[in-house]
Nanobody, 121 residues
C-alpha cells in the first residue's frame, strides 16, 4: 500500500529552523505533486507549500521568504526547510501527494500521519 511518512518535527525557539522530510513508498508510478499542509490549534488545515511534476512551487503568503520546498524524485521524497520560525507556525504538518497508485490503477491523493512542530520560547 502507498504510504507517506513524515519526520523532522520538534520543539524549536522562535527564530530557529527545522527541516521536515516525507518519504513515499508503495507501488507508485508518477508523482504529479507533493507538498505540505498544516493545522494549528483551533484552525482549519491550510496549504503551506506544494511542488508539482514540473518543479513549479507554491507557498502560502505567511511562509514566503522563510520556507523552501524541495524534492528528490529518485527517492520519492519531499522536504520543507523552515527558517525564522514564529510561534504562529506551531501546527501539525501533513505531507501530501498526488500520485498514480499502481495497486489501484488510478491517480489518487494520499496524506501522511502528520508531525508536530512547536515554536515556543
Amino acid at each position: 500500500q502507498v504510504q507517506l511518512v513524515e519526520s523532522g518535527g520538534g520543539l524549536v525557539q522562535p527564530g530557529g529552523s527545522l527541516r521536515l522530510s516525507c518519504a513515499a513508498s508503495g507501488r507508485i508510478s508518477g508523482i504529479y505533486a507533493m507538498g505540505w499542509y498544516r493545522q494549528g490549534p483551533g484552525k482549519q488545515r491550510e496549504l503551506v507549500s506544494t511542488i508539482n511534476s514540473g518543479g513549479n512551487t507554491n507557498y502560502a503568503d505567511s511562509v514566503k521568504g522563510r520556507f523552501t520546498i524541495s524534492r528528490d524524485n529518485a527517492k520519492k521524497m519531499v522536504y520543507l526547510q523552515m527558517n525564522s520560525l514564529k510561534p504562529e507556525d506551531t501546527a501539525v504538518y501533513y505531507c501530501y501527494a498526488d500520485l498514480y497508485d499502481l495497486s489501484l490503477f488510478r491517480r489518487s491523493d494520499y496524506w501522511g500521519q502528520g508531525t508536530q512542530v512547536t515554536i515556543s520560547s
